[in-house]
């Protein structure tokens, strides 16, 4: 289960400028004032649904309501999931199912409510067969327990969950917001800033904070937050090294490309639908001639991963596809 | 046929599952208007059918029999079910309706077949046993309106004495030797119909428990799909692998990997990658991409018959560009001296991202991928310990080397700092 963590906390800007409390929450001010609204009457608090991109605080207000709601026990009344580790109906039936069932102790009840909360992250990954098991559990347990449900993509959340919950639509951050928060932190941590960096990060990011914090903080690093070492920065992420692979496999460095893949399922953890996310993303940036036939193979393959089952063999394809693509374009 | 003319008249003379065949004698001397029926779980050939229609006779019913597996949706089978059920007398007889073979019905919601027949067997005015292979999820509501007996593959002692008894019989001059009579009743795997088969066959002079063994290593059986010159031969070697078609994603042993034929075909195309040009590469991938998509159809929905056209679908499907290249078997699909570290890598990362992903309240993907560099990054620029680090937020010991090594590559690389 996860702990707050001090050292961490110190060590990446990211945790420690992660609001704690709601109002701490940037840009998403209609949001806050409604969550506050509901929190008021806690017993009625319904079940919550928030839809959004990465970055711009869904994970961290769930975690603010978490903590408003159930007081200094919050973490041992909480239980965090995320679908992108455990996406099948194992996770439902023994994570979700098992923790609902379990009233809140008598003891815990020094706070105003009687239930506890589990948070449900990147819920859009669940299978839909898992989601129909949730859809059930939802209902059998309000006595017990609320569900945050975070997603990126509402339409990939079944019709009957969204309608046990009230839907909360985050916004991509704004341009000033990103910016504003970016300079906060350069003054508290006493660090030298250029403009035109920030703006720099903003428009790599698209207003991901989660992403231009840790930019920030990697060029600072550097000795100062100047273009040239946001630049060097970006070059670190996750998506860059995808981005890596996708130019290689276009270039019909087949072998290369499958390597690099390799090391970032095995070593990093990534996952297959995350690696079509950056893909397409950097895609989509690369400006490339075929587009429009990489957003159909790019789309093909994503249906294909969800229904096959060799990952890697899905994956080797779209490789070889691309690189033929590219052998195309010569 | 043996498996016919063999086929038990009298309750007493069939064999194993005895417990079994009891509660079922009980089952209907006790029925009355309202009784639950009866459903028989087992495998093939152990005389659930036999049992119905010894039934019938000794108790003097008249057997209505629907094989199922013809009719499988909803409206059909109401067709057929729904007269009998409400007009019992018009016959002036006692029915006993059988639906045997019921897996074959399809348990989708649209169709309804299954869930028609739970409606129809609430309250049943006639006594209906049903026969079906295997538990299976479609079943559930069933099995909670009726009553269930399951039937066990006949043990091979049972088997052999009932041997005995069919070869006495049969008078025949040729003697079977005890092991030619092991191999009859091993090959037979509990199933009494495919006992009085394989006998019946070894009489005749052809040997149908040799051909048990004729399935092939999956090493020899890949190496003969990519040697074949014509791709009916290469399906043959593709269908006679001691391998199958297996979905990953539902955990799999060593073995099972190895045994896997979609993973064999993948690998060993690709140890070869090098040779191949673009357009061969993505041929060969998109035939095995799609073969993939049916196996992940397989494991999800188990429409296990769809797994009979993969074979073709690959065979003819690869047989152009894969013939003639030399192509061998091999389990590994890069060169063991590059996969071996990232997989090694990979072993000791695992426990850091999930710790780690728990911490930041994210996935281990979002952490390998927008964390992670950072994290290591950071660790440098301050000259942090990465074992401090992990002692002071109660990380597992390994966590702290295994950045400690990701460090040092990054330092050797030195990617950031040109
Ligand atoms: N709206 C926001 N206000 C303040 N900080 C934010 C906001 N959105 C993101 N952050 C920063 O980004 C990090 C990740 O945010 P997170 O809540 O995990 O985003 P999401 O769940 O939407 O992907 C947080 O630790 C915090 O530092
Ligand atoms: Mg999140």
């Known amino acids: ?330 | 046929m043996w498996s016919e003319f063999y086929r038990p008249r009298k309750i007493e003379q069939m064999i194993g599952n005895e417990d079994g065949r009891l509660n079922v004698v009980k089952w209907l001397s006790g029925w009355v208007v309202g009784s639950r029926p009866l459903f028989l779980i087992g495998p093939p050939g152990v005389g659930k059918t036999s049992l119905v229609h010894v039934l019938a006779r000794q108790f003097d019913y008249d057997l209505v029999e629907l094989n199922a597996s013809d009719t499988r949706n909803r409206e059909e089978l109401e067709r057929m079910i729904l007269p009998m059920l409400t007009n019992t007398s018009i016959l002036g007889k006692r029915l006993l309706l059988f639906l045997d073979e019921i897996d074959g019905i399809s348990g989708r919601e649209d169709t309804g077949g299954i869930e028609s027949i739970v409606n129809l067997m609430k309250e049943p005015t006639i006594p209906v046993i049903m026969a079906a292979n295997k538990r299976d999820a479609k079943f559930k509501e069933l099995t909670k309106v009726s009553k269930v007996i399951e039937f066990d593959p006949v043990p091979p002692r049972l088997l052999m004495l009932f041997l005995e008894q069919v070869i006495k019989k049969e008078k025949k001059i040729k003697k079977l030797d005890p092991e030619e009579k092991i191999s009859i009743v091993n090959n037979s795997h509990g199933d009494i119909r495919s006992l009085l088969n394989i006998a019946q066959s070894k009489y005749a002079g052809y040997d149908v428990t040799t051909q048990d063994n004729f399935e092939i290593d999956i090493a020899d059986a890949i190496n003969g799909f990519f040697s074949s010159d014509a791709p009916q031969k290469a399906r043959d070697f593709l269908s006679s692998a001691d391998a199958s078609y297996q979905d990953p994603r539902f955990g799999m042993s060593p073995e099972e990997r190895r045994k896997d034929k979609l993973n064999a075909l993948y690998s060993s195309t690709m140890s070869y990658s090098s040779r191949l040009d673009i357009a061969s590469l993505s041929s060969i991938l998109d035939i095995l991409s799609k073969a993939d998509i049916i196996v992940g159809r397989v494991g999800e929905n188990r429409q296990w018959s769809l797994l009979k056209y993969i074979d073709n679908i690959i065979a003819y499907g690869l047989f152009p560009t894969t013939h003639n290249k030399g192509i061998k078997y091999n389990q590994y699909s890069m060169s063991w001296p590059v996969m071996g570290p990232i997989f090694s890598r990979g072993r000791s990362m695992k426990g850091l991202l999930s710790e780690m992903a728990d911490i930041t309240h994210t996935s281990k993907s979002v952490f390998g991928a927008e964390y992670f560099p950072y994290l290591i990054q950071i660790m440098i620029d301050s000259k942090m310990d990465p074992r401090e680090f992990a002692e002071l937020s109660n990380l597992d010991e390994k966590s702290g080397e295994v950045i400690a090594k990701e460090i040092d590559r990054i330092k050797k690389k030195g990617t950031r700092h040109r």
């Open chain 1, 1 to 330: 289960m996860s702990t707050t963590n001090k050292i961490l906390s110190n060590l990446m800007w990211v945790e420690k400028y992660r609001p704690i409390k709601l109002e701490q929450v940037i840009n998403q001010k209609e949001i806050v004032n409604g969550l506050k609204n509901l929190i008021k009457n806690p017993y009625e608090i319904p079940h919550l649904l928030f839809a959004g991109p990465a970055g711009v605080g869904k994970t961290t207000t769930a975690l603010c309501i978490a903590r408003e709601l159930l007081g200094e026990d919050w973490q041992r009344n909480t239980l965090e999931l995320n679908a992108s580790d455990e996406r099948g109906i194992k996770m439902v039936r023994e994570r979700v199912k098992e923790f609902a069932s379990v009233m809140k102790l008598a003891t815990d009840t020094n706070d105003n409510v009687s239930f506890r909360i589990i948070i449900l992250d990147e819920a859009d990954e669940m299978t839909s067969e898992a989601q129909t098991a949730l859809r059930r559990i939802i209902e059998d347990s309000s006595k017990t327990t609320r569900f945050i449900i975070i997603c990126n993509y509402l339409s990939q959340i079944i019709e009957p969950i969204q309608s046990r919950c009230v839907v909360f639509r985050f916004m991509r951050l704004a341009k000033e917001d990103v910016i504003g928060y970016l300079k906060m932190i350069c003054e508290k941590e006493g660090v030298k800033y250029e403009e035109k960096a920030l703006s720099q990060i903003y428009a790599a990011t698209s207003g991901d904070l989660r992403h231009s914090i840790n930019i920030l903080q990697a060029s600072a690093g550097m000795g100062s937050v100047s273009i040239a070492n946001v630049i060097a920065s970006i070059g670190l992420s996750g998506k860059t090294k995808v981005g890596e692979i996708i130019r290689s496999a276009i270039a019909g460095k087949f072998n290369d490309a499958r390597i690099k893949l390799l090391e970032l399922t095995n070593v990093y953890g990534m996952s297959e639908t995350d690696f079509l996310k950056y893909a397409n993303q950097e895609l989509y940036d690369m400006k490339l001639e075929h587009l429009d036939e990489l957003a159909a193979l790019m789309a093909e393959f994503d249906y294909r991963l969800a229904v096959g089952a060799h990952p890697e063999i899905q994956l080797s394809a779209l490789l070889a596809q691309l690189g033929k693509l590219g052998s195309k374009g010569k």
